[in-house]
């Protein structure tokens, strides 16, 4: 099989409307349109023209729920690069992205939009009618369906992205409904149309503390990073590593871990990767390495190895700070249990997500929620052994090293594959890229694992920039542990709390863990 740049995306329309192969295909054959019209302060501020940028960046990688996105944006002067926009001008830059990545969606540049579009979404104020007006302000991100009481002011990046991918998330719910709408398809059990809250009023998300109101502070001059390790640099983490790249002034240094390479199917969701970097599968950890290197004034380290080999490189374990965006639980159970100071964590299944902050005695960790023993039913690596006929252990490995496919293996699944149907991996392939584009097929044997709405992955990596940020620069704001939103909905039902540890979880509820994980950091900088 070739891999395409949709090809996520259409299994993520088989899994949201249960459909077969051949109806998501259809998806393509059904014209979307939605139009961009970048207001006259988005235009010349910093944060607008960074909000602007990264909105073309997450629609057009939309294809087949959006076929045509015009653009509609004056040709100013840029004051703020962001990675894959190199141009003195807005415009020129948003143009020169385009040929970078070659989205399968049409994009048109226009001056006299016309006809009719499913979305327009309006960064900044603007004079004409549109379904969704983006701005932020500092940290802090506005949206709503009508003119704004804030409009874009400020250098802050993060607020600028983070509106973006949140207007981004409002584009596709009107998309995806008047789509599937047309192509009448039958309601279902759980059928995301009903789950749909397209935003009807102003509302204010603070990304420090995930509070529903506006915060003043100030991006500092200078942000100094200690030393952290990233583990995971694919959709939530490379988000993470792009907003970073986005501050000039950023010293310390970052350790980025992950074996795998950048393939097409990556691109509907991968915001720092151009067509180029998954033609020649480029190492995800190189090409973020280069984003940094380039605009900032981090030391950076990468490592294509699985965070497992890493750890072994480092026998003390002594990690002041991990962000986890791994796949896997197994990789998030080593991470917890090498016992770093402090842990950021990120995932998304479906349209939902999670951002999580866990201190070992404050917080629950990572065993609370990811040991197979808490009642939670099989995981995703049992559930694909009994499926395929593979040991665990072997599905473990191959997900966990992104090792590929052997002839062995597709030659010890060829009984289960004619027992229930699904079609064999090819040699190459790997195993969660085969479980994913095929998980329709595979859906009535396990639902564990699933395909993530690309925006879904962007917004929990853009929400842990601003969490480390704020750890490095801003300590005395405090913020929940848990930061938990179905991008479907809205954000007045999202979920912002502080999770205790788990009674009776076998790390963080042990006294002698707990007391080694104390000598271990006794006398260091607490974060």
């Given at each position: 099989m070739i891999?395409?740049?949709?090809?996520?995306?259409?299994?993520?329309?088989?899994?949201?409307?249960?459909?077969?192969?051949t109806?998501?295909e259809?998806?393509?054959?059904?014209?979307s349109?939605?139009?961009?019209v970048?207001?006259?302060?988005?235009?010349?501020?910093?944060?607008?023209?960074?909000?602007?940028?990264?909105?073309?960046?997450l629609?057009?990688?939309?294809?087949?729920?959006?076929?045509?996105?015009?653009?509609?944006?004056?040709?100013?002067?840029?004051?703020?690069?962001?990675?894959?926009?190199?141009?003195s001008?807005?415009?020129?830059?948003?143009?020169?992205?385009?040929?970078?990545?070659e989205?399968?969606?049409?994009?048109?540049?226009?001056?006299?939009p016309?006809?009719?579009?499913?979305?327009?979404?309006?960064?900044?104020?603007?004079?004409?009618?549109?379904?969704?007006?983006i701005?932020?302000?500092?940290?802090?991100?506005?949206?709503?369906?009508?003119?704004?009481?804030?409009?874009?002011?400020?250098?802050?990046?993060?607020?600028?992205m983070?509106?973006?991918?949140?207007?981004?998330?409002?584009?596709?719910?009107?998309?995806?409904?008047?789509?599937?709408?047309?192509?009448n398809?039958?309601?279902t059990?759980?059928?995301?149309?009903?789950?749909?809250r397209?935003?009807?009023k102003?509302v204010a998300?603070?990304?420090?503390d995930?509070?529903?109101?506006?915060c003043?502070?100030?991006?500092?001059?200078?942000?100094?990073?200690?030393?952290?390790?990233?583990?995971?640099?694919?959709?939530?983490?490379?988000?993470?590593?792009?907003?970073?790249?986005?501050?000039?002034?950023?010293?310390?240094?970052?350790?980025?871990i992950?074996?795998?390479s950048?393939?097409?199917s990556?691109?509907?969701?991968?915001?720092?990767?151009?067509?180029?970097?998954?033609?020649?599968?480029r190492?995800?950890v190189?090409v973020?390495?280069?984003?940094?290197?380039?605009s900032?004034?981090?030391?950076?380290e990468?490592?294509p190895?699985?965070?497992?080999?890493?750890?072994?490189?480092?026998?003390d374990?002594?990690?002041?700070?991990?962000?986890?965006?791994?796949?896997?639980?197994?990789?998030?159970?080593?991470?917890?249990?090498?016992?770093?100071?402090?842990?950021?964590?990120a995932?998304?299944?479906?349209?939902?997500?999670?951002?999580?902050?866990?201190?070992?005695?404050?917080?629950?960790?990572?065993?609370?929620?990811h040991?197979?023993?808490?009642?939670?039913?099989p995981?995703?690596?049992?559930?694909?052994?009994e499926?395929t006929?593979?040991?665990?252990?072997?599905?473990v490995?191959?997900?966990?090293?992104?090792?590929?496919?052997?002839?062995?293996?597709?030659?010890?699944?060829?009984?289960?594959s004619?027992?229930?149907?699904?079609?064999?991996?090819?040699?190459g392939?790997?195993?969660?890229?085969?479980?994913?584009?095929?998980?329709?097929?595979l859906?009535?044997y396990?639902?564990?694992?699933?395909?993530?709405?690309?925006?879904?992955?962007?917004?929990?990596g853009?929400?842990?920039?601003?969490?480390?940020?704020?750890l490095a620069?801003?300590?005395?704001?405090?913020?929940?542990?848990?930061?938990?939103?179905?991008?479907?909905s809205?954000?007045?039902?999202?979920?912002?709390?502080?999770r205790?540890?788990?009674?009776?979880?076998?790390l963080?509820?042990?006294s002698?863990?707990m007391?080694?994980y104390?000598?271990?950091?006794?006398?260091?900088?607490?974060?």
């Amino acid at each position: 099989m070739i891999e395409s740049s949709f090809d996520r995306t259409l299994s993520l329309m088989r899994q949201l409307s249960k459909i077969d192969s051949t109806t998501a295909e259809r998806w393509k054959n059904i014209p979307s349109k939605a139009l961009i019209v970048v207001g006259p302060k988005a235009s010349v501020t910093s944060s607008g023209q960074v909000a602007s940028c990264l909105t073309l960046n997450l629609l057009s990688r939309l294809y087949p729920i959006l076929t045509q996105l015009d653009v509609m944006v004056r040709d100013e002067t840029l004051h703020y690069r962001l990675p894959l926009f190199d141009d003195s001008t807005l415009r020129g830059s948003m143009e020169s992205f385009v040929r970078l990545v070659e989205p399968e969606c049409e994009v048109k540049f226009v001056s006299n939009p016309d006809g009719k579009y499913d979305a327009t979404l309006a960064v900044g104020n603007v004079d004409r009618g549109a379904d969704i007006v983006i701005a932020s302000s500092g940290w802090t991100a506005f949206l709503g369906s009508s003119k704004l009481s804030q409009d874009f002011d400020s250098a802050n990046p993060i607020g600028g992205m983070v509106v973006a991918s949140l207007g981004a998330a409002e584009v596709f719910k009107r998309v995806y409904k008047s789509k599937a709408d047309r192509m009448n398809l039958q309601p279902t059990e759980y059928d995301p149309r009903e789950r749909i809250r397209p935003v009807n009023k102003e509302v204010a998300f603070c990304c420090l503390d995930y509070k529903l109101r506006d915060c003043s502070h100030e991006l500092p001059e200078r942000i100094h990073i200690q030393d952290a390790v990233i583990t995971g640099a694919g959709a939530g983490g490379g988000a993470l590593l792009y907003a970073l790249s986005s501050i000039p002034s950023l010293s310390g240094k970052l350790r980025l871990i992950d074996p795998d390479s950048i393939r097409p199917s990556n691109l509907n969701r991968y915001i720092y990767a151009t067509r180029a970097d998954a033609v020649n599968e480029r190492l995800k950890v190189h090409v973020c390495k280069d984003l940094l290197d380039g605009s900032t004034q981090l030391v950076t380290e990468a490592y294509p190895i699985p965070y497992q080999e890493f750890a072994t490189q480092n026998p003390d374990r002594r990690f002041g700070l991990v962000v986890s965006t791994v796949d896997t639980s197994q990789t998030r159970l080593a991470i917890q249990w090498d016992l770093p100071k402090l842990i950021l964590d990120a995932a998304a299944d479906g349209s939902s997500f999670y951002v999580r902050r866990v201190k070992l005695g404050l917080t629950d960790c990572l065993a609370c929620t990811h040991t197979q023993t808490n009642g939670n039913g099989p995981s995703l690596e049992q559930s694909l052994a009994e499926i395929t006929g593979l040991p665990e252990g072997e599905i473990v490995r191959l997900r966990t090293t992104k090792a590929p496919f052997e002839p062995s293996h597709i030659q010890a699944m060829r009984d289960k594959s004619q027992q229930f149907g699904f079609p064999l991996p090819n040699v190459g392939e790997a195993v969660d890229d085969w479980f994913l584009y095929h998980c329709g097929d595979l859906f009535q044997y396990t639902q564990e694992m699933a395909v993530p709405v690309p925006f879904a992955t962007t917004l929990p990596g853009l929400l842990l920039a601003a969490q480390l940020l704020r750890l490095a620069s801003l300590p005395e704001i405090d913020a929940p542990s848990h930061f938990m939103m179905d991008m479907l909905s809205s954000l007045d039902l999202a979920q912002a709390t502080t999770r205790r540890p788990r009674p009776g979880c076998s790390l963080c509820d042990d006294s002698s863990t707990m007391e080694y994980y104390r000598k271990k950091y006794s006398g260091g900088v607490v974060l």
